[in-house]
């Protein structure tokens, strides 16, 4: 995994590839004019990165939610299989503005969701709002789309723990991604410019034409070894496995807005939500 830095510097521990085509991809959209992307509204944790996030339909007085990876969660990574919800935290996050500067610390008080299951991803509850956060601050939540990002998009991926943007291009979509015993589905694969460290886990990948999240950076091949920790592969609809040493990925975002109603409360048994259970 682009794992928490704490493993990183455990020899690179978990944070994290694999040569064949993914998943065929969806047709490259028109170049829309680039957004100014900055680190406004991303989070620093104390071994990861992440983002205070709202979803197309979230009310500005709902709880401010902040998106990682699962790996990242406090209490360890959540086992293949495992759906975490509703457990109590009281996690902090520093608050970046534009510049990168931390302006506020965010309390969480609850992970409303974590898995590392299909996808990587834990989204805190704060104890704020983001109608506080904007008067207090004026930051803005960054908006999660609702819609599967394109191939050949310019895109961003935004670091609050290292204070780094890398700039490059979504490469295409994988149709299993697998790391140790965790498989992820339909993940995005960066092109080479987007050299994730650890540290990076739980960046925004933000779609420069919209300025809006399609995905969170999780994983990278280090070492060129197959389908272990730090070292995914690639696995097609044949069961192909490909390994691309020092490639990095991302798990898509785009499912989860359908699975929260507009102030914010998980609802895993709704219409659209594909989310795994518990």
Known sequence: MNKPLLAALFGLAIAGT????????????????????????????????????????????SPALVLTNGHCLETGFPAAGQVITGQSSTRTFGLLN??????????????????????????????????????????????????????????????????????????????????????????????????????????????????QVVAVNNTGNEDGETCTVNNPCEVDENGTVTVREGINYAEETYNIPACFTSANVLSLSASGCTLPKP
């Not at 694999?18 to 406004?40: E, H, L, M, N, S």
């Not at 935004?158 to 943007?165: A, E, H, N």
């Not at 991604?177 to 739980?202: F, P």
Request: with cysteine.
């Open 18 to 61: 694999g040569v064949v085509p993914a998943v065929a991809a969806p047709q490259a959209a028109p170049k829309a004019a680039a957004v100014t992307v900055d680190f406004a509204g991303t989070v620093s944790l104390s071994n990861c990165s992440g983002s205070v996030i709202r979803f197309p339909n979230s009310t500005d007085t």
């Open 98 to 211: 534009s510049a990168g500067t931390k302006v506020a610390t965010l309390r969480a008080n609850q992970v409303v969701y974590s898995t590392m299951t299909d996808t990587d991803v834990t989204i805190y509850r704060t104890t704020t709002t983001y109608a506080a956060i904007k008067s207090a601050y004026g930051i803005s939540p960054l908006t999660v789309s609702a819609t599967h990002p394109t191939a050949g998009t310019a895109i961003k991926v935004v670091s609050g723990y290292w204070k780094t943007i890398y700039s490059c291009n979504i490469d295409g979509f994988v149709y299993r991604l697998k790391e140790g015993s965790w498989t992820w589905k339909d993940s995005v694969r960066y092109t080479s410019a987007c050299n994730t460290i650890g540290g990076t886990s739980g960046s925004p990948v933000i779609d420069t034409s919209t300025g």
